[in-house]
Nanobody, 116 residues
Framework: QARLTESGGGLVQPGGSLTLSCAAS????????MAWYRQAPGKERELVAS???????IYVDSVKGRFSVAGDIPKKTVALQMTSLKPEDTGVYYC??????????RGQGTQVTVSS
């Protein structure tokens, strides 16, 4: 079954760090780019970070300098290293993959909670 699987979420205190990982199953078609989105309670889903096949990385302003995305597009994996976490980083984090010529797919999501 073609799927994206996220891992690494959890509960962390403000100022702490977490690293999220995402891997695509072998049956996932060729991937063009990968990204992390998040959705906080009561808010719309937003792009957190993305990485293109050329290695270009994009971050939402609120995480610049704190988060780092690393992707291996041919291997269909992407990670998000999060440092100096804040309560406003709380939410469900989703891994997305833009498929070549076939739209996009999303993982089930992993919960990140930043709280003391």
């Amino acid at each position: 079954q073609a799927r994206l699987t996220e891992s690494g979420g959890g509960l962390v205190q403000p100022g702490g760090s977490l690293t999220l990982s995402c891997a695509a199953s072998e049956s996932v078609p060729e991937i063009d780019s990968m990204a992390w989105y998040r959705q906080a309670p009561g808010k719309e889903r937003e792009l957190v970070a993305s990485v293109s096949p050329s290695g270009t990385k994009i971050y939402v302003d609120s995480v610049k300098g704190r988060f780092s995305v690393a992707g291996d597009i041919p291997k269909k994996t992407v990670a998000l290293q999060m440092t100096s976490l804040k309560p406003e980083d709380t939410g469900v984090y989703y891994c997305f993959a833009e498929l070549v010529g076939q739209g996009r797919m999303r993982g089930q999501g992993t919960q990140v909670t930043v709280s003391s």
